[in-house]
C-alpha cells in the first residue's frame, strides 16, 4: 500500500517537474497558486469545511503519521495551527462536517486499521471522541454529509467494502445504510452536488475501478451513473483515460472535479464532472508536480489542491483551480 512504504529520495529530481506541458494550453482552466500548507509536507491527510474555512490535518509525512491540525483562511491567504487530533497519527482517515461541527475517523496509524471518530468545535478549537464509526476498522474510505448527516463508505479492513453507514450528531449514533449496487474499492473519491454524493475511482482486487455511483441524501439509495472508462461504442468516452486512485476531489460551481493521482503512473490530468449531463470533460493539467494522495476542498465555491506525494517526495504547495479562465502560466 502506497501510504505504508519509506520515502526514497533519488526518485524525487524526476517526479518534481511542472506538469503544465504545452497541451494544456489546449484546454480550459487556470490554476494559481496560493498560501504554502504551513505543517510539515505529507499526504493522505483528512479534511473538512466549516464556515468557510478548510480544516485539514493528520497524514503521512513520510517517517511519521501526524497529529497537528491547521486551518485556511482563504480571505487572508492563510493558515493557522489548531488543537492538535488527539487520537493516534494517522494517514487514510476520512473527515467530513456537519451542523457546524467537524469530524475525523477511521484511517491507518502505521500498525492498525482504525475506527475510532472525533468531532471538532470550531468556536472552542476542541476535540470530543464520539461513538466509534459502526463498520469495521478501516483506511481508505471516503467520507460525505448530506442533510447534516455524516457518512463513511467503501475502504479497506483486509478486503474491499463497499459498505455505506450513516452517522447521526444528534444521536451520536451510527446506521448502516445502503451498500453501494458494486463496486467494492479504496483510495476512492467522493463529491457532494446537490444533495447527492458522487462515488468515483479508486482500486480494488489489483485493478483500478470504473464505475461511477451516485448517493441520494433524500432517498438514501444509490443510482449508477456512466463508466469512467471507455466502455461503450459511443463517442461520449472515446478520451475517458482517467479511472485510478489517490487522486483529490472537490465540487463547485454545481460541478465535480477529479485531480492527480495515480494512473498507469502519478497523473496530472484534470477531468471535470457534469451531473446534468453524466459526462466528463478534460481541463487544464494540474500546476504543481504529479502526486498522489493530495487533499481537495472547497471554500465559497473556489476549490484548492493541497499538499500529495511522489513516490518519494511528500508536497506541502497548494492552488486553485479556475476551471473558465484562460490558462496562464506565470501566476
Known sequence: MRYLKGYSLLLVASLVACSKDSSTTTKVGNWIRRSEFEGVARSAAASFVIDNKAYVGTGYDGTNRLQDFWVFDVDLNQWTQK??????????????????????????????????????????????????????????????????????????????????????????AWTQVQSLTSGKRQDGNAFVINNKAYVCM????????????????ATETWSTLRSIDNVTDQSFDDNYNFKGSGAASFAMRGLGYIVSGTKTGLSSAVWEYNPGTDLWVQKTDFEGAARNGATGFTVKDRGFVVLGTSSSQPFDNMFEFDPTAAYNQYD
Not at 496509524?109 to 470550531?122: A, I, S
Open 83 to 172: 488543537a492538535a487530533f488527539p487520537g493516534v497519527g494517522r494517514s487514510g482517515a476520512v473527515g467530513m462536517s456537519m451542523a457546524g461541527k467537524g469530524y475525523i475517523g477511521t484511517g491507518y496509524d502505521g500498525l492498525n486499521k482504525l475506527n475510532d471518530f472525533y468531532q471538532y468545535d470550531p468556536v472552542a478549537n476542541t476535540w470530543s471522541r464520539k461513538a466509534d464509526f459502526g463498520g469495521s476498522a478501516r483506511y481508505g474510505a471516503v467520507a460525505f454529509a448530506l442533510n447534516d448527516k455524516g457518512y463513511i463508505a467503501t475502504g479497506y479492513d483486509g478486503n474491499w467494502l463497499k459498505d455505506n453507514w450513516r452517522y447521526d450528531p444528534g444521536a451520536n
Open 202 to 217: 479508486g482500486t480494488a482486487n489489483g485493478s483500478y475501478v470504473s464505475d461511477f455511483y451516485a448517493f441520494d441524501g
